[in-house]
């Protein structure tokens, strides 16, 4: 059990012996040493149940608390604080026994998750644009296998639609044969740029008669299509390999068409859908949800053409049918936030899904320092670009510093520090914030970087090597305040995974990993490790594989390569 939900568990039950009943927040990590290790602040919610003063209800709790090993100190601090101080043998030794264990005293989930994100669309380049959805998906990913969960991760590429006309009409009208062999994809974004520049009325109604012959299954224009996707998705799968990132399937738009009219049907049968100047639509009303009402969810223009909403729904009764998932995770920008809300109202209305099992991960816009970037437009920063250039910019410093390592492993080194510093970049920072793309911020190597996480990783792994030392980890005594405090930040990382989990904020766990690695470094100049003999050798070999396992982990769960030397 984490060290936050053994102290928990004693407060509760000082609670219950009290005789008042309260559900116990977790107990919080101290701010300050003169304030214990945690500290509980349910006196202040206890006092208008008891009807006393919080300082008062704190020195019952502390006189009710059950005796435990954890425990060495208590203290009540004025206004009503109950201060819990850890006994220093227990601590080594519950760290031992939590990071002995395969997840790291992480708790098991169970169920299948879904896990839906990156999803670019065919026949465009995968841009800067696309990171964040595709980053902070692959950390939700991993963090959901982590803790036990079954994943299928979707990528529901846009491969449907008008955009297929549009692009067939410009196939016919100025494809180069030559740039198509050379670089597929590259071309058949000029040419789709191109018609946005050239389009008129006549070409939009070409365009739209292109379209309706794809659909209708013409065999060239499905040919074509193909083509389309297959090249997409081959240059796609270039970039995912670099990232470290797979999908268990790849179902997009088109998967689920000849599911579409059928679901209209069966809609407009059971009551929840209903005709609208032609149009089938679901109506909301207030009981649906904030601000629905006043916007029903078209499912089928008058015309009688399918839109994203009647995929979507289609795509969800798919999921719910083929996995039976205990959730369904989107990962999209703050746009789609009215989409998913409709979408989620209407698959309650059907009676599909319970409260809570579809989830919209919502995050901020990235842009440039310009303005919005747009395919029609062209300007946008293609995401091999950012990649290749984070890449060359970490190879020019580990030359520099690591000259004497084989040119091969410089190579690898580079590739895996300017991979790691471009998502981490991203990762980092709140999801929901908007972000501006800056080439300095997103390939920095230094401050709340990889580099920094990477590097504090690696130099857990050069002491072990220059010592000699077993990656075992066994019962230590922590004396010294330093060791202390690195063996106190170890035991919160249980506590940081679950609330990156549980807000879907990998930030959260960067922001754990960068605050254990400056810990662990003042801990490196602070004490010595190899020179050192005793119980004090004991204990900060203990604490050097502490901290090489939990980086080790928290890195891989971003999606970073772990790397034994920089």
């Not at 201060?83 to 030794?93: H, I």
């Not at 080194?413 to 914030?433: F, K, M, T």
């Not at 679950?498 to 754990?512: G, I, R």
């Amino acid at each position: 059990m984490a060290v936050v939900d053994t102290l928990t568990q004693l407060v509760q039950q000082a609670v219950d012996a009290a005789g008042w009943e309260l559900i116990v927040p977790p107990v919080q990590a101290s701010k300050s040493a003169d304030h214990g290790d945690y500290q509980s602040n349910c006196a202040f919610r206890l006092s208008k149940v008891a009807r006393d003063k919080p300082l008062a209800i704190a020195e019952t709790l502390a006189a009710s608390l059950p005796q435990h090993p954890a425990i060495s100190r208590v203290e009540v601090a004025a206004p009503g604080f109950l201060n819990l101080s850890l006994d220093t043998a227990w601590l080594g030794a519950a760290l031992a026994d939590q990071l002995n264990e395969p997840r790291l005293g992480v708790a098991e989930r169970q169920g299948l998750v879904v896990i839906d994100y990156s999803s670019p669309n065919v026949a465009k380049r995968m841009h800067v644009g696309h990171l964040r959805s595709t980053v902070i998906g692959a950390a939700l990913d991993r963090m959901a296998r982590f803790a036990g969960h079954e994943v299928v991760a979707d990528n529901h590429i846009g491969d449907w639609g008008t955009q297929f006309g549009k692009l067939i009409v410009a196939w016919d009208l100025w494809l180069d044969p030559a740039a198509f062999d050379e670089d597929a994809v590259g071309e058949l974004e000029r040419i789709y740029v191109k018609f946005s520049q050239e389009a008129d009325g006549a070409l939009e109604d070409r365009a739209r008669e292109e379209t309706a012959k794809l659909q209708e299954g013409d065999p060239r224009n499905r040919e074509l299509w193909q083509r389309f996707l297959d090249a997409s998705l081959a240059e796609y799968d270039k970039l995912y390999g670099r990232l470290g990132i797979s999908f268990e399937v790849v179902y997009g738009e088109s998967f689920y068409n000849a599911m579409l009219k059928p679901l209209v049907q069966e809609l407009i049968d059971s009551g929840v859908a209903e005709e609208s100047r032609g149009a089938i639509v679901i109506p909301f009303d207030k009981s649906d949800g904030k601000g629905l009402a006043e916007t029903p969810m078209l499912i089928q223009k008058a015309d009688g053409a399918s839109l994203y909403g009647t995929t979507d729904l289609a795509t969800v009764r798919y999921r719910l049918d083929t996995w039976q998932p205990t959730k369904i995770i989107y990962v999209t920008d703050t746009r789609q936030q009215h989409h998913f809300r409709q979408l989620f109202a209407a698959c309650k209305k059907l009676g599909w899904v319970d409260e809570g099992v579809l989830e919209h991960v919502w995050f901020g816009l990235l842009s440039l320092p310009g303005g919005a970037m747009s395919s029609r437009k062209g300007n946008v920063i293609r995401l091999q670009d950012v990649l290749d250039e984070s890449v060359s910019r970490a190879r020019a410093v580990v030359d520099e510093k690591s000259s004497m390592l084989p040119d091969e492993e410089r190579a690898a080194i580079a590739e895996a520090v300017g991979v790691a510093a471009v998502r981490y970049a991203d990762l980092s920072q709140n999801p929901q914030s908007n972000v501006v793309f800056e080439w300095e911020k997103m390939l920095a190597l230094d401050g709340n970087t990889a580099v920094f996480l990477m590097y504090s990783l690696a130099r857990t792994c050069s002491i072990q090597a220059r010592g000699g030392l077993p990656q075992e980890l066994a019962p230590f005594t922590p004396e010294h305040p330093v060791e202390r405090e690195l063996t106190g930040a170890l035991l919160r990382f249980p506590d940081a995974f679950d609330l990156a989990l549980a807000t879907n904020k990998p930030s959260v766990l960067c922001e754990y990993l960068f605050s254990l690695s400056k810990t662990f470094n003042h801990f490196y100049f602070e004490l010595k490790v190899l020179d050192s003999t005793g119980n004090d050798r004991n204990t900060r070999t203990n604490l050097v594989e502490a901290t090489r396992r939990v980086l080790h982990q928290g890195v891989t769960l971003l999606g970073i390569t772990p790397l034994e030397r920089m």
